[in-house]
């Protein structure tokens, strides 16, 4: 082999290997120095630890929210706040693969995100059923979730859910790369961080939502830990997050009351995702805020909770008549 073949071969694996290793070079270990940091606690279930917090009353009747795809249980701390002032009390969660949980390498796809839902629920005690509020991915879980065991829930809130249709629903050649099982895995590792991340996308809305400077309050920073761009890959490819309409058929063979909000302004989820689920389950609740954006519970939180506390009073879940104490 002549030498001038030897050096583009050697030249050719360095631009294809050094990227690669240097895109993962600086990721910190979620180890317990990593867990320390948690502002809740964890539970062991089958795939790993999950962090989850308690928040409010202990009388009151149970609200589980459930985060979407970047953005850990944080981006519910306006909606939790109100619900908690209005005697509820509220299970917040991580995902595995975001925010304080494990990252366990998996497919992250609908049957794991159900069994992760049904061992939370059940090593924390709460076999009885509850309420769920779900944001964007977390619609498609806890739709998945419903449709699965309607026994299990009492009412289901949709925040500008995923699943009907998105604004883009149909994938660029970049994206159909990325889903490719090599070049793909090579693609994801070099470009997710700002595939997820951008620099011109504004976390304004997120960042303020805490008072510190820690991890909860920056949707980037779990992206310094192992395994978060895995999860995302692993999402990216084996969750269907648009056209479960089969999930809202199912729901509506059952008599779980349903709300979804939308904005008309968001980007990630289309409008017509709306009028969709009114055709496909005739009994549910939409409401529409007119320049409400993906971020609808952050920038419009008090319309969010008047809407959901009216819904919530609605169907009979009413706050305890006396306050217990909070955790």
Same mark, same amino acid.
């Given at each position: 082999?002549?030498?001038?073949? %030897?050096?583009?071969?050697?030249v050719?694996?360095?631009?294809?290997?050094?990227?690669?290793?240097?895109?993962?070079?600086?990721?910190?270990?979620?180890?317990?120095?990593?867990?320390?940091? &948690?502002?809740?606690?964890f539970?062991?279930?089958?795939?790993?630890?999950?962090?989850?917090? *308690?928040?409010?009353?202990?009388s009151?009747?149970?609200?589980?929210l459930?985060?979407?795809?970047?953005?850990?249980?944080y981006?519910?701390?306006?909606?939790?706040a &109100? @619900? %908690?002032?209005?005697? #509820? !009390?509220?299970?917040?969660?991580?995902?595995?693969?975001?925010? #304080?949980s494990? !990252?366990?390498?998996?497919? #992250?796809?609908a049957?794991?995100?159900?069994?992760?839902?049904?061992?939370?629920?059940?090593?924390?005690?709460?076999?009885?059923?509850?309420? /769920?509020?779900?944001?964007?991915?977390?619609g498609?879980?806890?739709?998945?979730?419903?449709?699965?065991?309607?026994? !299990?829930?009492?009412? /289901?809130?949709?925040?500008?859910?995923?699943g009907?249709?998105?604004?883009?629903?149909?994938?660029?050649?970049?994206?159909?790369?990325?889903?490719a099982?090599?070049?793909?895995? *090579?693609?994801?590792?070099?470009?997710?961080?700002?595939?997820?991340?951008?620099?011109?996308?504004?976390?304004?809305?997120v960042?303020?939502?805490?008072?510190d400077?820690s991890?909860?309050?920056?949707?980037?920073?779990q992206?310094?830990y192992?395994?978060?761009?895995? &999860?995302?890959?692993?999402?990216?490819r084996?969750?269907?997050l648009s056209?479960?309409?089969d999930?809202?058929?199912?729901?509506?063979?059952?008599?779980?009351?349903? @709300?979804?909000?939308?904005?008309?302004?968001?980007?990630?989820?289309?409008?017509?995702s709306?009028?969709?689920?009114?055709?496909?389950?005739?009994?549910?609740?939409?409401?529409?805020?007119?320049?409400?954006?993906?971020?609808?519970?952050?920038?419009?939180?008090?319309?969010?909770?008047?809407?959901? @506390?009216?819904?919530?009073r609605?169907n009979?879940?009413? !706050?305890?008549?006396?306050?217990?104490?909070?955790?």
């Amino acid at each position: 082999m002549r030498k001038s073949t %030897i050096l583009i071969y050697i030249v050719v694996t360095a631009i294809v290997v050094v990227p690669y290793i240097a895109a993962g070079w600086s990721e910190l270990p979620v180890d317990e120095n990593f867990r320390k940091q &948690a502002p809740g606690e964890f539970v062991q279930i089958t795939n790993g630890k999950i962090h989850y917090r *308690w928040l409010g009353s202990q009388s009151g009747e149970i609200i589980v929210l459930i985060h979407g795809v970047s953005v850990p249980q944080y981006v519910f701390s306006q909606t939790a706040a &109100a @619900l %908690i002032d209005s005697g #509820y !009390r509220v299970l917040l969660f991580d995902h595995f693969g975001h925010g #304080y949980s494990d !990252r366990p390498i998996a497919e #992250y796809d609908a049957d794991f995100f159900d069994q992760q839902m049904v061992e939370v629920l059940n090593a924390l005690g709460l076999h009885e059923p509850v309420n /769920l509020g779900a944001l964007s991915m977390g619609g498609v879980i806890a739709a998945d979730f419903t449709a699965r065991h309607p026994e !299990r829930v009492k009412t /289901l809130t949709l925040f500008a859910p995923a699943g009907l249709r998105l604004v883009n629903d149909s994938d660029s050649a970049l994206v159909s790369l990325m889903k490719a099982p090599v070049i793909g895995n *090579w693609l994801w590792r070099i470009v997710a961080r700002d595939f997820y991340f951008p620099e011109d996308d504004d976390n304004t809305a997120v960042e303020d939502i805490v008072s510190d400077e820690s991890m909860q309050g920056v949707p980037e920073r779990q992206a310094e830990y192992e395994g978060y761009l895995m &999860a995302q890959r692993q999402i990216f490819r084996n969750l269907q997050l648009s056209h479960r309409d089969d999930l809202l058929r199912t729901i509506a063979a059952t008599s779980v009351p349903v @709300l979804g909000i939308f904005g008309d302004a968001d980007e990630t989820i289309s409008i017509e995702s709306a009028a969709l689920l009114a055709d496909l389950i005739p009994r549910a609740r939409v409401e529409i805020i007119s320049g409400g954006t993906h971020h609808l519970n952050i920038h419009r939180w008090s319309e969010v909770r008047d809407l959901m @506390l009216s819904f919530l009073r609605n169907n009979g879940v009413i !706050r305890p008549s006396a306050e217990g104490p909070t955790e």
